[in-house]
């Protein structure tokens, strides 16, 4: 049992053929270890993967119960021309880990419709006995159909971050000057790409040039992958000296201009903080839902200031000033119009949300996600992203929550308390933003954390015995001082240690219990739908080309128990 449990974690690790196991050569290397071993066969294996899949559902259906969790969910046509529906979880055990996993690969018969995909939905939350009640989000892309979705899920729905502003970046390719740049610039990569000896030779000039440096090669932008705009362009940019010699020396056909490697670099200074955050906010294995509203802030004004209009520019409005525009300039007005359609302006953001905009889509960003900021002990000073006139308007929100989540019989009357006095941080004004020529991620952590001194804050009297609670403890929890994001590194060149908000969260649970009720629930919700997506890449690889007969209900089984490690780390070893 041992072997072929190994042997079955072999197989869908590697995304081997299951006809492996009955391949001669594989069973001749088998018996040289024990000439007398049982190697099994395909039906075999096919069969103890059904089972094992079963017996893993059983284990998550075990492990998710009474957890709040939050889901993400896309759909991928195979190479079959099969329609899949995926479906993932996320939540946070009550050890302060981080638990995400896949729920499901399944084939969608129905249409791709709302409707069906509600029911795809439900099916696979019932097959792990998880209770609509404890769904605290669902996270999609923006297509229509998964729009029209999340009106019907009953639940909030979020848009992914990584897709929105992957709508917006990809203006650059509408606007005149820029289209017929990165077309030509694509074919520049192609003729690379295209061409094994060109490549090589590229990569001979790079170690000529420097031979302590490991050679790349040039990045072709893909339509579907995020800020791969971004990535060919920087890429162009690094290997610019070698791409003028393949030219000169006739090994391609293309040469940009010294004017349009100019426009290249503003392009790759523009969309750089883009592909930061967008790389950021993906994570699956940390909490990245605190960083929205910072996120969205950040790049507004960097926006804003590079373009020279206010934060809250609109897209329709005119450039009457066009010609005297540089392309700089051009470029961030073009961004900061179709990114505040999707943000919204930042001037009333805990209600933006509550408006449908261009395409009946959700504006600005909801409500959970700014209280994902607050119970964030690295957040929770809400420096940026959240205007200072409607800090305690977010705070009473948490109040309304902790208190509807806790519904404890008030005490006895009792004496009125005398007012507390709690020392609050107060929200100084946001530091002044870096050049956006000189972008770094770093300076992105510093603003979340301004160095301001403590201010006592009075906590009003209430006559609810368990508001007062709550009010304290809010107040005890945003005195509390802010955990740093980064540990402050042993070495000037070390790599960047970041701290754990959920292991503070271990530490400090007992201080702030209520809190830590809502924190537990919120926090788990991922800021993009990238958990999805990374199941499509397993399952393109396990309904690969020389696979695409596999059923459907078998490679729903593979994929889950690929990804199973993620939920029950000892799946294997059982």
Known sequence: DVYYLKQMKFVIGKYHSLSLVDDPNFVEMQRVLDPNIATGSRQL??????????????????????????????HWTSISNINFLAATV???????EMMNGTLCCSQHKGTQGAQDIVDCLTAARARFGLKEEFLVATVTDTAANMNSTGELLGQPHHYCADHVLELVTKIVNDLPGFDVLLEKARKIVGSVKHSPAIDNLLGELQLLANPNEIPVTVVQDIATRWWSTFGMVARLIRLKEHMDWLFLNHHVKRRLTEEEWHLMDVISTTLKPFMCF???????????????????????TQLALTAGVPTYYEAEEEMADAATLTQTQVLSRSLLGHFNIHFGNGIEVLTENLLRGFGNRQKGISELVF????????TKALAVGVPQVEHEHLWDIILDRLVAIHPVPAAPAAPAPA??????????????????????????????????????????????????LLREEICRFRAAP???????????????VYNNPLDWWRENESKFPHIARLARRVLCIPATSAPSERVFSAAGLTIAKDRARLLPELADDLVFLHDIGNLIPDFYEQ
Do not use: H
């Open 90 to 96: 996320q939540f946070i055990n009550a050890m302060w």
């Open 371 to 378: 209280i994902g900021a607050a119970l964030d002990p690295r």
């Open 278 to 300: 967008q790389i950021l906010l993906e994570g699956q294995k940390y909490v990245t839902v605190c960083f929205l509203p910072g996120v969205i802030d950040n790049i507004r």
């Open 45 to 74: 294996l096919t069969e103890r993967v059904s089972i094992s899949a079963a017996n893993g559902r059983l284990q998550v259906t075990d492990l998710m119960k009474g957890e709040y969790y939050a889901m993400t969910t896309d």
């Open 419 to 468: 007012v507390a006095q709690v020392a609050v941080a107060p929200v100084a004004a946001p530091a002044p933003a870096p050049d956006p020529a000189d972008f770094n991620i770093q300076d992105f952590y510093q603003q979340l954390q301004p160095p301001v001194a403590a201010a006592p804050v009075a906590a009003p009297a209430y006559p609810d015995a368990v508001v007062e």
């Open 482 to 496: 802010l955990l740093p994001v980064q540990v402050p590194p042993v070495q000037p060149d070390a790599k960047p």
